[in-house]
């Protein structure tokens, strides 16, 4: 099946420092997501992008469609202790039943010391 | 507005139980999901659904059961509880393929021992 491979697996970083992690898969995607989970919670969209090559922004996070629509990126920049949480990606194919499915990457943890 | 709404939040299952988890949304969404999600990992899918009377395999479907009778209800059967099994359960739902905005219910913690 679709595998997301996301990187790094964990990242512990000081307050104000930005953040980088990408997502690579087997196959295409036509739709990448970006979703943030906190404890004890289920995963809250970020960033939706919908076209190879975009680059789009929510406020401290950007996020970009790679070109060979296999990859996508997300930074963060300046964080904040808030920023504490895991990070998916997902991906969403194209064509018949796979427009139906999201396949969500390994997930970045991401701790921010104040 | 409730959203998705799961439940139990926790359960512990002894070897060969069977279970129901339910899963109620009230936003009129045709699609539905079930994940499983393992420490460590990120979210592998078990079943969804794009609408009543239709559902389908995901990812990893072996040990479970769904039905989708209704739009709102999408209830998860585990009929022989094994350890593998020991995972955070969490159901989703959205609009429909072009709506790419997943809602998550807070997940069901399950204990198989």
């Known amino acids: 099946g679709q595998q997301l491979n996301q990187s790094p697996q964990s990242m512990f970083i000081q307050e104000g420092e930005d953040v980088s992690m990408n997502c690579t898969s087997s196959s295409i995607f036509n739709t990448w997501l970006w979703y943030k989970q906190d404890p004890g919670e289920g995963p809250v969209l970020l960033i939706a992008l919908y076209k190879a090559g975009e680059l789009t922004s929510n406020g401290r996070l950007t996020a970009q469609f790679g070109i060979t629509r296999k990859d996508s990126f997300l930074n963060i920049s300046a964080s904040i202790p808030s920023d504490v949480g895991i990070y998916f990606c997902?991906?969403?194919?194209?064509?018949?039943?796979?427009?139906?499915?999201?396949?969500f990457g390994t997930g970045t943890l991401l701790a921010v010391q104040p | 507005n409730a959203g998705v709404t799961q439940t139990p939040k926790f359960r512990i299952l002894k070897i060969g139980q069977s279970m129901t988890l339910q899963c109620a949304q009230d936003?009129?969404?045709?699609?539905m999901y079930w994940y499983r999600q393992d420490p460590g990992m990120g979210l592998k899918l078990i079943y969804y659904s794009v609408g009543a009377g239709i559902t389908d395999k995901g990812e990893v479907p072996n040990g479970y059961n769904v039905s989708r009778s209704t739009t709102e209800d999408f209830p998860l059967r585990l009929e022989l509880a094994a350890p593998s099994q020991t995972s955070v359960y969490f159901c989703?739902?959205?609009?429909?393929?072009?709506?790419?905005?997943?809602?998550f219910g807070s997940g069901t913690q399950l204990s198989v021992l």
């Open positions: 997902a991906g969403q194919g194209g064509f018949g039943g796979a427009t139906n499915k999201l396949i």
């Open positions: 989703a739902s959205r609009g429909g393929a072009t709506n790419e905005k997943l809602f």
């Open positions: 936003m009129n969404h045709n699609y």
